[in-house]
């Protein structure tokens, strides 16, 4: 009965063992392969881009991206990029988008967070906002939000009087019955 508890527990200290020794491994591996490639080279894959037909985004110009969920502003740098690569897949077979990014709840936190870090030399977050302004993306602001949160509109970065509107959610149906297609990145 001791003999193969003890075989178990053998084993099991070689598996724990192996795993330290690999990792010894991989921290000792040269980086040389990431310092020897210049910064501004192009990642590979491993696969070509793949081609894409002039009418594959067909039906998909009009889009309204429903944010409301709380984060940093990393985690709305990810969905504001999500945004950017959805204009960019378009323009790239001539097709312009229609983009709205309707924001309620939580999702204020994505204008409010721009406000706060806007004068950080670092911060990537009113730039990008800017940046999709210029393409024509729109930001649209729940004022139930405002209300029930207690937000000014002057915490909010760059926001417009015109881009209030009553409600997020019935925006967001409103936009969907006018043949808007619905993402939540």
């Known amino acids: 009965m001791l003999k193969p508890i003890m075989m178990g527990l053998l084993i099991a200290a070689s598996s724990v063992t ?5 990792d010894d491994a991989k921290a000792e591996a040269p980086k040389a392969d990431a310092a020897a490639a210049p ?3 192009k990642f590979d894959p491993g696969v070509p881009a793949p081609k894409v037909a002039d009418d594959y ?3 998909a110009e009009k889009v309204v991206f429903h944010v409301s969920v709380d984060g940093d502003e990393k985690k709305y740098m990810g969905i504001l990029g999500n945004v950017g690569n959805y204009v960019k897949a378009l323009d790239a077979t001539g097709k312009k988008t229609d983009a709205i ?3 309620n709840g939580d999702g204020l936190g994505l ?7 806007e004068m950080n030399a670092d911060a990537k977050l009113p730039a990008k906002i800017a940046e999709l302004k210029e393409k ?3 930001f649209e602001v729940c004022y139930n939000t405002l209300i029930g949160r207690k937000i000014k509109f002057a915490d909010l970065y760059e926001a ?11 925006e ?3 936009l969907q019955a006018q043949g808007y297609q619905l993402l939540k990145p």
């Open 57 to 59: 985004y067909a039906g």
């Open 160 to 170: 417009k009087p015109e881009d209030v509107i009553p409600s997020g959610v019935a």
């Open 136 to 138: 024509g993306v729109k």
């Open 172 to 174: 967001v149906g409103r």
């Open 111 to 117: 204008l409010t967070t721009a406000k706060q870090v």
């Open 39 to 41: 910064a501004d080279a």
């Open 101 to 103: 990014i309707v924001m």
């Open 18 to 22: 192996s795993i330290a020794w690999a």
